[in-house]
């Protein structure tokens, strides 16, 4: 059973850094792309992050040069090191993996950055 569970999630001040991790239940190379999405109150939810199987990444311009998505194959784990937040960085962030043209997503951790 494909599960992924986000963790890392919290409360910071403008500027600060969070490291997001999301454990997978499988071997995460198996995976076609893992990634990141996010989702602030009301608005849809917004891709963020992705890494591919070959490990290339791609990141959305409002975090491109501030997010940075890795993974560590041993862990079966997926990062997002976010640096510099803004209070607009505030959302629900979920992470995601597309597996055999499915696509699975994990339960969310809340990002909140005060001004």
């Known amino acids: 059973q494909v599960q992924l569970v986000e963790s890392g999630g919290g409360l910071v001040q403008a500027g600060e850094s969070l490291r997001l991790s999301c454990a997978a239940s499988f071997t995460i190379f198996s995976a076609n792309a893992m990634g990141w999405y996010r989702q602030a109150p009301e608005k849809q939810r917004e891709w963020v992050a992705t890494i591919t199987r070959a490990g290339r990444t791609t990141y959305a311009d409002s975090v491109k040069g501030r997010f940075t998505v890795s993974r560590d194959v041993a862990k079966n784990t997926v990062y997002l090191q976010m640096n510099s937040l803004k209070p607009e960085d505030t959302a629900v962030y979920y992470c995601?993996?597309?597996?055999?043209?499915?696509?699975?997503w994990g339960q969310g951790t809340q990002v909140t950055v005060s001004s």
């Open positions: 995601t993996a597309r597996v055999a043209m499915t696509d699975y």
